[in-house]
């Protein structure tokens, strides 16, 4: 079982979080570096360019790396502090195994691997191969993606493969193939620069992609309108020509009630509609019951406004559409979506210069993480696990029958109820913190308890990894050679700048070896990373996301390649539609109807609040790497609850209060910080940290039908003040237990 093995306060004072800073001098050799190492951030989708410097095979400094195109040296303040996680007094330097009553001791590399692979094929024996799942991760490279996607397919020979990319970019992914066939932001954000008008759905890019912003302002600079929806006025919106302050949950009225409006005063782009797209008619006819009024009424955002967002969008020549999780984070999180994309498509603005639609990826390798296999129902090249025509190439490039290759499995959230159920017995985790980044975090901790074997491959002993009964002592993204796909599309190259510390492995190594214990040794002989790159390469060849042309010399010689790039004398595509040609069987753009309907959690008199969450800028997703570097931590020391002054009011809250908040999952205290930036009936809280201050004790399981992404986005809460108050950073020791 797989319950903590001694008390969190000892495993803490072991392993952390503990706050690293750099000397006040500067690590020792950062002016005289053995190397200076190009390579890429490991935070967010925008994969920023950086240079990290190099002494005696520790990361001592870095510099803007200021040719490569996209961040041209800018940084946010994770990119400039993330050289910190390096040398780490948190660091695991050789895998542990759990002692009941203790906490975790040494183990060797031998018997480690021995008791992983015994188990996995004890439970197997006993229960059948699906007892045993395998939960991955997209801050991966793509090699490395790839790798696990085989490795639970041939090697363990488990359906039950999936990726904590279900947590972000699932619902956007879906969308963009029912719409285009192809899922991937058409168009390389300098196309944003001479946008006119450019909306912004449900993306606080200011603090989450926050060198991003900079090519908006350039479009600004040049006359760009811009239009912002988000339920908080966050920093983009301040200076917004119209910040559409939607309820969470209702976000595809709004697209509607815009579409109809579009639609009512002939702004649509005919000739576009008539001779590239498909389905029109239907997803008109699913709107012409949302009027301005009607919208007004459901979203709580002033009709006028909302006449002037789809006037602006409607009149421009050229505009740009981007959206993130905001949208997407919902039980109709692909409805969501597609009623951004049919805007886009009314109105022909896709497929040529200055005119484009984006979904902006929030997890480091989020593009490529969700193209290459590790996920339950997908192959390499981002094919169909369910297709017989891809299953058979697969199992081609993999050398075998395509009779032994597992079918679709459970999804992250749905492998928690089978866990549950008693239907899967073990587990193995890389780069994935479930028990912080899933909603109704104690049900996942229970699920945790019930499993009978859990390995963790991880550098840092995460809140789920106290729970393992192995940790397998992994790399850092700089520890190994690879490529990420950015947010664009463009795949660039990871550099290994030093080796794993101690006796830490590099994550392919702990795999290849797993694989061949398990039996698998012939379908797992590489070289390097780039051998496994090539493997892709061929793997991908013909799917919708088609690396083939794609080398590691021809990156390196660019700068990156946008894919697809079907042939190695091909450019790569920063702009994909120009032909008007899409992915589709019909080769059309497709529209797809998006009716309105609720939030699988609605507000009532029990529970009267919306609560939603999100992200800050000075942490990263479940804060494994952020909440153990001391700057990070104290530009925000805690999680706070914002909430509108009349809110407050209404419920005797003053600043600096503590907050019970409580939802049908579980209850959760935070400070309150009043603010006039936030709807009047939410409550925002983010999502970081752990424990006692985890928002994820809160949120809702429910799934979109289709994506299977949980509803972080909205649900319903009430408000209970405790008239306890407390300045920011005054928590208790261990209060992130």
């Given amino acids: 079982m797989a319950r903590l093995p001694a008390s969190p306060e000892k495993i803490i004072e072991q392993f952390g979080p503990h706050l690293n800073y750099a000397p006040q001098e500067g690590y020792p050799g950062r002016d005289e570096p053995d190397a200076t190492v190009k390579t890429h951030c490991c935070f967010c989708g925008m994969q920023c360019g950086i240079q990290l410097l190099v002494k005696n095979n520790k990361v001592v400094g870095f510099e803007p790396w200021m040719e490569f195109p996209f961040n041209e040296g800018r940084l946010c303040p994770k990119g400039v502090q993330r050289y910190l996680q390096d040398n780490h007094p948190d660091r695991l330097l050789e895998p542990l195994q759990r002692v009941e009553g203790q906490g975790f001791q040494p183990i060797g590399w031998d018997n480690a691997m021995e008791k992983v692979t015994s188990e996995i094929k004890r439970i197997q024996e006993k229960y059948g191969n699906d007892a045993f799942s395998i939960l991955s991760g997209v801050s991966l490279t793509n090699e490395k993606s ?16 999936d990726y904590n990319g279900r947590l972000c970019m699932v619902s956007a992914g879906a969308g963009n193939k029912k719409a285009f066939g192809l899922d ?16 912004v759905a449900g ?3 200011s603090e989450t992609f926050p060198t991003l912003t900079y090519w908006l302002w350039r479009a600004r600079d040049n006359g760009a309108k811009l239009i912002v929806i988000d339920p908080r006025v966050i920093p983009l919106a301040r200076t917004a020509d119209i910040h559409l302050p939607v309820k969470p949950g209702t976000d595809s009225a709004l697209y509607g009630a815009m579409l109809k409006y579009l639609a009512d005063h002939d702004m649509l782009d005919h000739d576009f509609i008539d001779n590239y797209t498909a389905g029109f008619a239907d997803t008109l006819a699913a709107v012409q019951e949302c009027t301005l009024e009607w919208a007004e009424e459901i979203t709580g ?45 009314a109105t022909g603005r896709i497929g040529r210069p200055y005119c484009g639609y984006g979904t902006i990826t929030g997890q480091g390798n989020g593009q490529g993480g969700r193209e290459h296999g590790h996920k339950c129902d ?21 050398g075998i029958p395509e009779s032994a290759l597992p079918g679709k499995g459970l999804t992250a959230w749905e492998l928690i109820e089978a866990i549950h159920r008693g239907e899967v017995k073990g587990l193995l985790s890389i780069c994935f913190n479930p028990l912080v980044s899933l909603p109704n975090n104690n049900y996942v901790r229970e699920a945790l308890e019930k499993l009978e074997f859990y390995v963790c491959i991880d550098f840092f002993l995460s809140e789920t990894a106290r729970h393992a009964d192995i940790v397998l002592a992994g790399s850092l993204q700089e520890e190994e050679e690879g490529t990420v796909t950015t947010a664009e599309g463009r795949v660039v190259r990871i550099r290994r700048a ?22 698998a040794a012939d379908k797992f002989t590489y070289a390097d990373s780039e051998a496994l790159f090539n493997e892709l390469r061929v793997a991908s060849k013909g799917g919708t996301a088609d690396y083939y042309g794609i080398t590691y010399k021809k990156i390196e010689d660019n700068m990156g390649i946008f894919w697809p790039c079907p042939t190695e004398d091909h450019p790569g595509t920063p702009r994909l539609w120009e032909d008007k040609k899409f992915a589709t069987p019909d080769g059309k753009a497709h529209f797809n109807p998006a009716p309105y309907r609720d939030p699988g959690e609605v507000t009532d008199s029990e529970y009267p609040v919306v609560l939603t969450t999100g992200r800050v800028v000075s942490q990263y997703l479940s804060g494994t790497q952020t909440r153990r570097i001391g700057k990070l931590v104290g530009l925000i020391p805690e999680p706070l609850l914002e909430i509108h002054p009349e809110l407050a009011a209404r419920f005797h809250i003053r600043q600096r209060e503590t907050v019970r908040v409580t939802t049908r999952r579980g209850t959760a205290d935070f400070p309150a910080n009043i603010v006039e930036t936030i709807r009047k009936d939410t409550v925002f809280i ?39 108050f407390t300045q920011p950073g005054e928590t208790a020791a261990f209060d992130s237990i």
Avoid at 498 to 519: F, S
Wanted: hydrophobic content about 40%; proline content about 6%; charged content about 20%.
């Fill in 203 to 205: 993306a606080n890019v």
């Fill in 184 to 199: 991937r932001a058409s168009n390389n954000y300098a196309d944003l620069e001479h946008a006119e008008v450019i909306i």
């Fill in 498 to 519: 030093v080796t794993p510390p101690g006796n830490a492995r590099a994550d392919t190594a702990i795999i290849l070896e797993l694989a061949a214990r398990l039996g």
């Fill in 301 to 345: 955002i002033e009709k006028e406004k909302i006449r002037q967002a789809a006037e602006l969008w409607g009149k421009a020549n050229t505009s740009f559409l981007l959206h993130a999780r905001g949208i997407e984070h919902h039980s109709k999180g692909v409805e969501n979506v597609l009623g951004c994309i049919n805007l886009v498509l």
């Fill in 146 to 161: 790839y790798l696990m996607g085989k490795f639970a397919r041939v090697a363990v020979k488990t359906a039950n493969l």
């Fill in 378 to 398: 997908q192959l390499p090249g981002n094919r169909d696990i369910t297709n017989p025509e891809h299953r058979k190439y697969i199992a081609g490039v993999w």
């Fill in 686 to 724: 983010p999502y970081h940290w752990p424990g006692r201050k985890s928002a994820n004790q809160l949120t809702i399981g429910t799934l979109d039908p289709i994506s299977k992404i949980p509803e972080f986005k909205v649900c319903a809460c009430k408000l209970e003040p405790l008239g306890v």
